[in-house]
């Protein structure tokens, strides 16, 4: 088909061609302008190794591979407020992941009762105590618990593996929210 000398599929092809730069663009601009200067502040986060920011249906996805830290709080508060600090209150979920094995995969299984227990009733130091047990009787090198107005904390070390949780205190709908996966 012809207008007037010029063919419509000449024109169809160049305004998606056009079209494809114009998005393209966008993604690469999005890419270096926003995403990868939010990285960077990530990785100056004490333990932070790797960093992957996606976005799914308007909201991030933010994930962590964080080696072996001390407190395991401490470095989710610090990434939680250099998300805020940036993001401001958009959705976002934060996922810090881990080097679990199905070891320490059973030993948290074993634990999340007492957990659960813990959040439920308030009773946080005997929860405390309950764990260190456990921890103690599955032969492990560290465990160590948090627990703050938002969250408990798990952290397990054997050998060259070490598993973080974060267990929401009460479910969360909206913001910033958090957990851990291996």
């Not at 072996?68 to 407020?81: A, H």
Request: proline share 3%; hydrophobic share 45%.
């Amino acid at each position: 088909m012809q207008i007037r000398g010029i063919r419509v599929e000449i024109i169809l092809i160049f305004f998606l061609a056009i079209l494809g730069l114009l998005f393209s663009g966008q993604q690469l601009f999005y890419r270096w302008q926003v995403l990868r200067p939010l990285e960077e502040s990530f990785r100056d986060v004490a333990g932070v190794e790797e960093v992957n920011i996606e976005r799914r249906q308007g909201q991030l996805y933010l994930e962590f591979q964080v080696a072996p830290v001390e407190n395991l709080r401490t470095t989710y508060l610090d990434l939680v407020g250099v998300g805020r600090e940036l993001l401001g209150d958009r959705k976002v979920t934060v996922y810090i992941k881990d080097t679990r094995d199905p070891f320490l995969s059973e030993v948290f299984y074993d634990m999340h009762f007492t957990i659960a227990e813990g959040i439920a009733t308030g009773r946080f130091a005997r929860m405390a105590g309950e764990l260190e047990a456990l921890v103690e009787r599955a032969g492990l090198e560290k465990g160590r618990f948090y627990v703050d107005e938002d969250n408990v904390y798990v952290q397990l070390t054997k050998d060259d593996a070490y598993l973080y949780e974060i267990i929401p205190r009460t479910p969360t709908l909206a913001g910033l929210n958090g957990g851990a996966r291996g």
